[in-house]
T-cell receptor
Framework: AQSVAQPEDQVNVAEGNPLTVKCTYS??????LFWYVQYPNRGLQFLLK??????LVKGSYGFEAEFNKSQTSFHLKKPSALVSDSALYFC?????????????FGAGTRLAVHP | ETGVTQSPTHLIKTRGQQVTLRCSSQ?????VSWYQQALGQGPQFIFQ???????GRGNFPPRFSGLQFPNYSSELNVNALELDDSALYLC?????????????FGPGTRLTVL
């Protein structure tokens, strides 16, 4: 069965420092991987995805993620964190099968960026 | 903005009641999915509709049902509400084509069951 793990409930980082939010996955076949962000009382906003191609994927708001097939990881990164990046981040993998697709999400990681 | 809208924003119901949640997008998309996000958890897939037919379902009982209309707007219906149904309900439209296959979410409906 496909699954996603986000090993950290919360990540704390000082403004201006680099940030990493970790994600590992377990899938059969080639994965489609996604990062979404959720601000308080809001829905999920798409950040970036990996389907194929370059292992380093660039997305919205300066975020990027690195796909590592050997480590089955898809960590989210940003070179310089902003206080406004504080939010809940979800990693997800697409399950394809039976004529439909669904996203399987991790439990989420809360990012707190301190001034 | 995704152009996906959901109504209502918030809803309070009591156990045993029925509820209908709605979802629409600015440009019609033929595939819509519904997810339940309980407090402190990641979203869980409820079901997906493609061209007005349910074509995939997660681990949710039959009292969770849906509809998709010819204009591709969608409804989620939940009967016999239970306390554990309290959650944020999200709909997502799917965009495909070329190398893209991405789901975009609406802002959600917060359901509280008392």
């Amino acid at each position: 069965a496909q699954s996603v793990a986000q090993p950290e409930d919360q990540v704390n980082v000082a403004e201006g420092n680099p940030l990493t939010v970790k994600c590992t996955y377990s899938v059969s076949g080639n994965p489609y991987l996604f990062w979404y962000v959720q601000y308080p009382n809001r829905g999920l906003q798409f950040l970036l995805k990996y389907i194929t191609g370059d292992n380093l994927v660039k997305g919205s708001y300066g975020f990027e993620a690195e796909f590592n097939k050997s480590q089955t990881s898809f960590h989210l990164k940003k070179p310089s964190a902003l206080v406004s990046d504080s939010a809940l981040y979800f990693c997800a993998v697409t399950h394809l099968g039976g004529g439909y697709n669904k996203l399987i999400f991790g439990a989420g990681t809360r990012l707190a960026v301190h001034p | 903005e995704t152009g996906v809208t959901q109504s209502p924003t918030h809803l309070i119901k009591t156990r045993g009641q029925q509820v209908t949640l709605r979802c629409s997008s600015q440009s019609g998309h033929n595939t819509v999915s519904w997810y339940q996000q309980a407090l402190g958890q990641g979203p869980q897939f409820i079901f997906q509709y493609y061209r007005e037919e349910e074509n995939g379902r997660g681990n949710f009982p039959p009292r969770f049902s849906g509809l998709q209309f010819p204009n591709y707007s969608s409804e989620l219906n939940v009967n016999a509400l239970e306390l554990d149904d309290s959650a944020l309900y999200l709909c997502a439209i799917r965009e495909t084509g070329g190398s893209t296959d991405t789901q975009y979410f609406g802002p959600g409906t917060r359901l509280t069951v008392l």
